[in-house]
């Protein structure tokens, strides 16, 4: 009885440490949401969340369906929250993008069998710009990276079918999803039980992860096929970068180096210390699902100059010093710590840079406010605007959901000069560029060429005159 009682109570303090580290992971990982849910705003990151909000508005499923897991989940989230479309999608992505990290974690607490030392990656992570930037700001990359990140969890642990669901569903949130396959693939136990016999449970539990992720997507493509594959941002007619093989890994290489900065030295250092280590070469080495994953993507999945395709692996790869400081002896580790605190640099100036970023287009969005204000019952028409992403999302900014506005390149807008002279289109027209009186003379009739300060900024405007509308 004494033996059995001294042995309750020999546990009992390593129970009690067990639940403090639980609660203190939690702890942590409520103070990182809190402190970045706190910087967001109804911005956008860039033009295709812009028109991306618009569909989730519109419950459009139809077109660009290469995301439609995005939409769904957006629609869903949308449903539920009560901010409005724009931050009520970046909610989603920061919600989404911790759940990723909060898989990362067990990724490498499962590996490296300490729960302080699998917040590493957590931390690393949060030292990424774009990661940083794609939490705070809505579109695909994020929810892709924490779906993956989720499904490779999963994975490891052994549960082959949540894996494949989770990883189905990435592949709708972007096909890009889909080379991330490598992971799963080379991810492949040794263990102790001969070649064969490891080869054939891998192929038994790829089997599973296979039949469960074209479960999740095949159906969608299969109800919207002609758009998936043939339609303007489908499979075979999306935009695509004209960049070769070479320039494709040269890209690949470039954005992962400016990514990690001062991390680059403790990845490296981790990703062979990993590669050369006997125990994980019997749990499934992570290191070169990683580096086969990183190859393939960077020769098929850099296609488009704008996307950073290398985010998941990046993500994933932060795992590994978690995983090599567990299995090094002491000096190895004392370096990774050293090389851990030139991390910190990184996480500053990822953050820094993110703030600032987001400052930029809060003022950005303040402008197209009060230009939306000072425009009357009408909303405005903006002329001269850059590129697809600042006409979109100025257009977006500009817009109520009864008065969407309207923005327009000036070759576009002189194109169809006629049709704002109509009075059901007229409207204040306001000139992001110079423009002289007689490039729009024929609208004089109806509008008066008027000056018009916002803040220190100052615009022609084309003003309807009374009674011509």
């Given at each position: 009885m004494?033996?059995?009682y001294?042995r309750v109570?020999?546990?009992?303090?390593a129970?009690?440490?067990?639940?403090?580290?639980?609660?203190?992971v939690?702890?942590?990982?409520?103070?990182?949401?809190?402190v970045?849910a706190?910087?967001?705003?109804?911005?956008l990151?860039?033009?295709?969340?812009?028109?991306y909000?618009?569909?989730?508005?519109?419950?459009?499923?139809?077109?660009?369906?290469?995301?439609?897991?995005?939409?769904?989940?957006?629609?869903?989230?949308?449903?539920?929250?009560?901010f409005?479309?724009?931050?009520?999608?970046?909610?989603?992505?920061l919600?989404?993008?911790?759940?990723?990290?909060?898989?990362?974690?067990?990724?490498?607490?499962?590996?490296?069998?300490s729960?302080?030392?699998?917040?590493t990656?957590?931390?690393l992570?949060?030292?990424?710009?774009s990661?940083?930037?794609?939490?705070?700001?809505?579109?695909?990359?994020?929810?892709?990276v924490?779906?993956?990140?989720?499904?490779?969890?999963?994975f490891v642990?052994?549960?082959a079918?949540a894996?494949?669901?989770?990883?189905?569903?990435s592949?709708l949130?972007t096909?890009?999803?889909?080379?991330?396959?490598?992971?799963f693939?080379?991810y492949?136990?040794?263990?102790?039980?001969?070649?064969?016999r490891?080869?054939?449970?891998?192929?038994?539990k790829?089997?599973?992860?296979?039949v469960a992720?074209?479960?999740?997507?095949?159906?969608?493509v299969?109800?919207?096929?002609?758009?998936?594959?043939?339609?303007?941002?489908?499979?075979?007619?999306?935009?695509?970068?004209?960049?070769?093989?070479p320039q494709?890994?040269v890209?690949?290489?470039d954005?992962?180096r400016?990514?990690?900065?001062?991390?680059?030295?403790?990845?490296?250092?981790s990703?062979?210390?990993?590669l050369?280590?006997?125990r994980?070469?019997?749990?499934g080495?992570p290191?070169?699902?990683?580096?086969?994953?990183?190859?393939?993507?960077?020769?098929?999945?850099?296609?488009?100059?704008d996307?950073?395709?290398q985010?998941?692996n990046?993500?994933?790869?932060?795992?590994?010093?978690?995983?090599?400081y567990r299995?090094?002896?002491?000096?190895?580790?004392v370096?990774?710590?050293?090389?851990?605190?030139?991390?910190?640099?990184n996480?500053?100036?990822?953050?820094?840079?993110?703030?600032?970023?987001?400052?930029r287009?809060?003022?950005?969005?303040?402008?197209?406010?009060?230009?939306?204000?000072a425009?009357?019952?009408r909303?405005?028409?903006?002329?001269?605007?850059?590129?697809?992403?600042?006409?979109?999302?100025f257009e977006?900014y500009?817009?109520?959901?009864?008065q969407?506005?309207l923005?327009?390149?000036?070759?576009?807008?002189?194109?169809d000069?006629?049709?704002?002279?109509?009075p059901?289109?007229?409207?204040?027209?306001?000139?992001?560029?110079?423009?002289?009186?007689?490039q729009?003379?024929?609208?004089l009739e109806?509008?008066?060429?008027?000056?018009?300060?916002?803040?220190?900024?100052?615009?022609?405007?084309?003003?309807p005159l009374?009674?011509s509308?």
């Amino acid at each position: 009885m004494n033996g059995a009682y001294r042995r309750v109570l020999a546990r009992f303090p390593a129970a009690s440490t067990e639940r403090f580290a639980q609660v203190a992971v939690f702890l942590c990982f409520l103070a990182l949401f809190v402190v970045h849910a706190s910087l967001l705003r109804p911005l956008l990151q860039n033009g295709d969340s812009a028109v991306y909000n618009v569909q989730i508005e519109t419950h459009d499923l139809r077109d660009r369906s290469t995301h439609v897991g995005y939409f769904a989940l957006g629609m869903l989230f949308n449903m539920l929250l009560p901010f409005g479309t724009d931050l009520n999608m970046n909610v989603m992505v920061l919600v989404v993008g911790f759940l990723g990290l909060a898989a990362v974690y067990a990724t490498a607490k499962w590996l490296s069998g300490s729960r302080l030392i699998a917040l590493t990656p957590v931390v690393l992570a949060l030292g990424l710009p774009s990661q940083v930037r794609g939490m705070l700001l809505s579109e695909v990359d994020v929810v892709s990276v924490a779906f993956v990140a989720i499904a490779f969890a999963c994975f490891v642990r052994g549960a082959a079918l949540a894996a494949g669901l989770f990883f189905g569903f990435s592949v709708l949130v972007t096909p890009l999803s889909g080379p991330l396959l490598m992971l799963f693939l080379l991810y492949f136990k040794a263990g102790r039980a001969g070649a064969l016999r490891a080869l054939i449970a891998h192929a038994r539990k790829l089997a599973t992860f296979g039949v469960a992720a074209l479960l999740v997507y095949l159906p969608p493509v299969l109800i919207d096929y002609q758009d998936y594959v043939y339609g303007p941002r489908g499979l075979v007619h999306a935009p695509r970068s004209s960049m070769s093989v070479p320039q494709r890994i040269v890209h690949s290489v470039d954005f992962m180096r400016n990514e990690l900065g001062y991390m680059l030295p403790l990845y490296a250092a981790s990703l062979v210390l990993c590669l050369v280590s006997p125990r994980l070469w019997r749990a499934g080495q992570p290191a070169l699902a990683l580096l086969g994953s990183m190859a393939l993507m960077a020769v098929v999945g850099e296609r488009f100059g704008d996307v950073p395709v290398q985010l998941p692996n990046l993500v994933l790869l932060g795992a590994l010093p978690a995983i090599a400081y567990r299995a090094s002896g002491r000096l190895l580790r004392v370096g990774l710590v050293l090389l851990f605190g030139l991390c910190v640099v990184n996480l500053q100036s990822s953050h820094a840079s993110a703030l600032r970023d987001l400052q930029r287009r809060e003022r950005d969005r303040n402008l197209c406010l009060a230009i939306r204000a000072a425009s009357g019952p009408r909303a405005p028409v903006l002329v001269g605007l850059s590129g697809f992403t600042q006409s979109r999302v100025f257009e977006r900014y500009a817009s109520t959901p009864e008065q969407p506005a309207l923005a327009l390149d000036f070759r576009a807008f002189m194109r169809d000069e006629a049709r704002w002279l109509d009075p059901a289109a007229q409207t204040q027209i306001w000139f992001f560029r110079s423009v002289r009186e007689q490039q729009v003379a024929p609208l004089l009739e109806r509008y008066a060429f008027e000056t018009k300060a916002i803040g220190k900024r100052r615009f022609k405007v084309l003003v309807p005159l009374p009674g011509s509308g």
